[in-house]
T-cell receptor, first 117, second 112 residues
């Protein structure tokens, strides 16, 4: 089966510009996550969707970051305006819901590497 | 914050077993131990998970101590392609789709 797709793979912008990332999860996966990974650290959750609803966005800097998942499939993550500290890899992951199972396996995309100058 | 402690880095000779330790002394009874790895320029990849019994799959074995306060991921015959950062994560079971809380992981270097 096809994996999680993300685009673009790389993006370089100047501070105060805006940028958007796109994610297409594995077909049929109801849950979608966006993680931010700063160099040298593990990924950190930004937002979690269940179908097209937000489950957890407590870690999302809402003054500049926004995300949506229209129709419960693809998702976009936007940053406006970008700051230097937003330089990171943005990872999208998806998972299916296994009722009664021990959680689920999250499948990650390759990520988008953002550099803010 | 991550509830696990892992060594920052480890080396392993190619063809030998790689044993990656993880401490999770505050693990709760309903939390599983998950292992993911991240190869350079890729997203994290699921390896294995377990509750209290030892687990084995085509990628690795997971050994969990009887008190569940620590575990070891074993790659039986490490290859150069196993060079990656390995993350040990504890996660509540049967809670629907909860996010993964990553620490800094262990950087494993497999040496020819």
């Amino acid at each position: 089966e096809a994996g999680v797709a993300q685009s673009p793979r790389y993006k370089i912008i100047e501070k105060r510009q805006s940028v958007a990332f796109w994610c297409n999860p594995i077909s049929g996966h109801a849950t979608l996550y966006w993680y931010q990974q700063i160099l040298g650290q593990g990924p950190k959750l930004l937002i979690q969707f269940q179908n097209n609803g937000v489950v957890d966005d407590s870690q999302l800097p809402k003054d500049r970051f926004s995300a949506e998942r229209l129709k419960g499939v693809d998702s976009t993550l936007k940053i406006q305006p970008a700051k230097l500290e937003d330089s990171a890899v943005y990872l999208c992951a998806s998972s299916s819901r296994l009722a009664g199972g021990p959680g689920d396996t999250q499948y990650f995309g390759p990520g988008t590497r953002l550099t803010v100058l | 914050d991550a509830k696990t402690t892992q060594p920052t880095s480890m080396d392993c000779a190619e063809g030998r077993a790689a044993n990656l330790p993880c401490n999770h002394s505050t693990i709760s009874g309903n939390e599983y131990v998950y292992w993911y790895r991240q190869i350079h320029s890729q997203g994290p990849q699921y390896i294995i998970h377990g509750l209290k019994n030892n687990e084995t799959n085509e990628m690795a074995s997971l050994i969990i101590t009887e008190d569940r306060k620590s575990s070891t991921l074993i790659l039986p015959h490490a290859t150069l392609r196993d060079t990656a950062v390995y993350y040990c994560i504890v996660r509540v079971a049967n809670s629907g789709n909860t996010p993964l809380v990553f620490g800094k992981g262990t950087r494993l270097s497999v040496i020819a």
